[in-house]
């Protein structure tokens, strides 16, 4: 099947468009969804060590259903991102996202059983699948091409921003534990029964802005197309790149590939279709691969991986801040590269640095060389991902599908990486009981050298090309 033709003025006109104060206003926007996302996601791995003790969680099962139990939501949410994109636009998505942070935050704070907390934490997941979805996908749609890559890490900067202001606020909240504090004086603390009410209640706060925020945003230029809202649209993307030839061009470009997208079925057998359902699976894989890195245990986790290599307990908050600060300086890096670079030649530098750390953690847990080294270790696993999977897994995934089934195609494999999420955090502490430590940082390194060999067969690189020419592309292949 042969895609829409692109003319070279087209894309010579879209790749010479600047990135202007309004879309990179927009795009912040946009981004606060990644930062209230971060910081939910986040903000367990200091909680956890408190409010298992408040709520007399003892056994792997329920200790991984607590820490798990937000990503159902997360599934569900982003499951049902795509259908209410397309049907209701991107905007209305990011609105319901946002009043679903700053409600289900307060109630997981002031839960007052264990099954009051995990309904909420479920909502909060639901919000995380919302935005998770939408935000990128938006920010990918209203971008120019030279501009997309760093533009649509911007919502993984803030997605890290998020986390470190969660680990932050953990740290702070926290109050220090004597080395010798008995059962029920730790069960009495201020952290036990308050403080980790805070922790999650705090990210009302960015939510609400996000709220307001969101109002001030304009629909997705090419949902409005999708529509037949072509003034709209011409509206915003003049907006977007500065100039009404920028508009003109991109709004020929897209209703071109609408167009030929008319020969697609629209609906989930869509991304079956040739051409289609490779996409799907590279955005699948990709997906799966981003949790089963295994750096989410590290987030997750913290506590447990850091205690089993011999640091303590007001040691173990600190380290966590600076894995946050490890993650937001590479993420840095990562939007500096990504648009010079490209996608694919990272993904791989990724790929093997992860692996090739988490092997080596893997040999100084089983050789006693814990401390320091763990920690060395762990952060540079952190920051190849940071610079690597953790963006480019979201930008490939905004742009690698045809417009009519972005948004499906988008849920598809991002509700992959929620399931993939929640087996990874529930099946830790079971993976870390049969295997140890060092088995486990083995899996996953493991795992990662096998995903190198999936970027480097089936990634292609869309550095510079706008989405109409990367979708031609796809429906030729």
Same mark, same amino acid.
């Given at each position: 099947?042969?895609?829409?033709?692109?003319?070279?003025?087209?894309?010579?006109?879209?790749?010479?468009?600047?990135?202007?104060?309004?879309?990179?206003?927009?795009?912040?926007?946009?981004?606060?969804?990644?930062?209230?996302?971060?910081?939910?996601?986040?903000?367990?791995?200091?909680?956890?060590?408190?409010?298992?003790?408040?709520?007399?969680?003892?056994?792997?099962?329920?200790?991984?259903?607590?820490?798990?139990?937000?990503?159902?939501?997360?599934?569900?949410?982003?499951?049902?991102?795509?259908?209410?994109?397309?049907?209701?636009?991107?905007?209305?998505?990011?609105?319901?996202?946002?009043?679903?942070?700053?409600?289900?935050?307060?109630?997981?704070?002031?839960?007052?059983?264990?099954?009051?907390?995990?309904?909420?934490?479920?909502?909060?997941?639901?919000?995380?699948?919302?935005?998770?979805?939408?935000?990128?996908?938006?920010?990918?749609?209203?971008?120019?091409?030279?501009?997309?890559?760093?533009?649509?890490?911007?919502?993984?900067?803030?997605?890290?921003?998020?986390?470190?202001?969660?680990?932050?606020?953990?740290?702070?909240?926290?109050?220090?534990?004597?080395?010798?504090?008995?059962?029920?004086?730790?069960?009495?603390?201020?952290?036990?029964?308050?403080?980790?009410?805070?922790?999650?209640?705090?990210?009302?706060?960015?939510?609400?802005?996000?709220?307001?925020?969101?109002?001030?945003?304009?629909?997705?230029?090419?949902?409005?197309?999708?529509?037949?809202?072509?003034?709209?649209?011409?509206?915003?993307?003049?907006?977007?790149?500065?100039?009404?030839?920028?508009?003109?061009?991109?709004?020929?470009?897209?209703?071109?590939?609408?167009?030929?997208?008319?020969?697609?079925?629209?609906?989930?057998?869509?991304?079956?279709?040739?051409?289609?359902?490779?996409?799907?699976?590279?955005?699948?894989?990709?997906?799966?691969?981003?949790?089963?890195?295994?750096?989410?245990?590290?987030?997750?986790?913290?506590?447990?991986?850091?205690?089993?290599?011999?640091?303590?307990?007001?040691?173990?908050?600190?380290?966590?801040?600076?894995?946050?600060?490890?993650?937001?300086?590479?993420?840095?890096?990562?939007?500096?590269?990504?648009?010079?670079?490209?996608?694919?030649?990272?993904?791989?530098?990724?790929?093997?640095?992860?692996?090739?750390?988490?092997?080596?953690?893997?040999?100084?847990?089983?050789?006693?060389?814990?401390?320091?080294?763990?920690?060395?270790?762990?952060?540079?696993?952190?920051? *190849?991902?940071?610079?690597?999977?953790?963006?480019?897994?979201?930008?490939?995934?905004?742009?690698?599908?045809?417009?009519?089934?972005?948004?499906?195609?988008?849920?598809?494999?991002?509700?992959?990486?929620?399931?993939?999420?929640?087996?990874?955090?529930?099946?830790?502490?079971?993976?870390?009981?049969?295997?140890?430590?060092?088995?486990?940082?083995?899996?996953?390194?493991?795992? *990662?050298?096998?995903?190198?060999?999936?970027?480097?067969?089936?990634?292609?690189?869309?550095?510079?090309?706008?989405?109409?020419?990367?979708?031609?592309?796809?429906?030729?292949?």
């Amino acid at each position: 099947m042969h895609g829409p033709t692109v003319s070279a003025s087209t894309s010579r006109t879209a790749h010479a468009a600047p990135a202007t104060a309004y879309v990179w206003g927009i795009a912040l926007v946009a981004a606060l969804g990644g930062l209230l996302f971060g910081y939910d996601w986040v903000v367990i791995g200091g909680a956890r060590q408190f409010f298992e003790i408040y709520f007399h969680l003892d056994t792997a099962a329920s200790v991984g259903w607590a820490n798990s139990c937000a990503l159902i939501g997360c599934f569900a949410g982003s499951l049902v991102a795509g259908a209410l994109g397309d049907r209701y636009g991107r905007k209305p998505v990011l609105l319901v996202s946002a009043v679903l942070f700053a409600a289900s935050s307060i109630l997981t704070g002031w839960a007052s059983s264990f099954s009051a907390f995990i309904v909420w934490r479920i909502a909060g997941g639901i919000a995380i699948g919302l935005s998770s979805n939408i935000s990128p996908l938006y920010i990918a749609e209203v971008s120019p091409a030279a501009h997309r890559g760093r533009l649509v890490s911007l919502n993984q900067f803030a997605v890290v921003i998020g986390i470190l202001l969660a680990q932050i606020v953990n740290w702070q909240i926290a109050a220090p534990i004597p080395a010798h504090i008995s059962p029920d004086a730790l069960l009495a603390s201020w952290n036990v029964q308050s403080g980790w009410r805070w922790m999650f209640t705090a990210v009302a706060f960015p939510a609400v802005i996000f709220l307001f925020a969101s109002f001030a945003i304009p629909e997705s230029p090419r949902w409005l197309l999708t529509r037949g809202r072509r003034e709209q649209a011409g509206k915003v993307l003049r907006r977007v790149g500065g100039s009404s030839e920028y508009a003109t061009a991109e709004v020929t470009s897209i209703v071109a590939a609408l167009r030929e997208e008319e020969k697609l079925a629209t609906n989930w057998r869509g991304l079956l279709q040739p051409g289609v359902r490779t996409v799907l699976l590279i955005g699948v894989v990709l997906a799966v691969l981003q949790q089963w890195s295994g750096i989410n245990v590290l987030f997750n986790y913290a506590e447990e991986v850091y205690r089993a290599a011999g640091l303590g307990t007001n040691q173990i908050l600190l380290d966590i801040v600076i894995t946050g600060t490890i993650n937001l300086l590479f993420t840095l890096v990562a939007m500096g590269l990504v648009d010079r670079l490209g996608r694919r030649s990272l993904m791989l530098f990724g790929c093997f640095g992860i692996g090739i750390s988490h092997l080596l953690a893997g040999f100084a847990y089983r050789t006693g060389l814990h401390g320091t080294p763990v920690l060395v270790l762990t952060l540079c696993a952190i920051a *190849c991902y940071a610079m690597t999977l953790a963006p480019l897994t979201w930008v490939l995934i905004a742009e690698i599908f045809p417009n009519r089934l972005r948004s499906l195609g988008v849920s598809a494999a991002v509700s992959a990486l929620w399931i993939s999420a929640f087996a990874l955090t529930y099946s830790f502490p079971f993976i870390n009981r049969a295997l140890g430590s060092s088995g486990t940082f083995f899996t996953y390194g493991i795992i *990662c050298l096998a995903g190198a060999i999936f970027v480097l067969a089936f990634v292609p690189e869309t550095k510079g090309r706008t989405l109409e020419e990367i979708e031609a592309r796809t429906l030729r292949a």
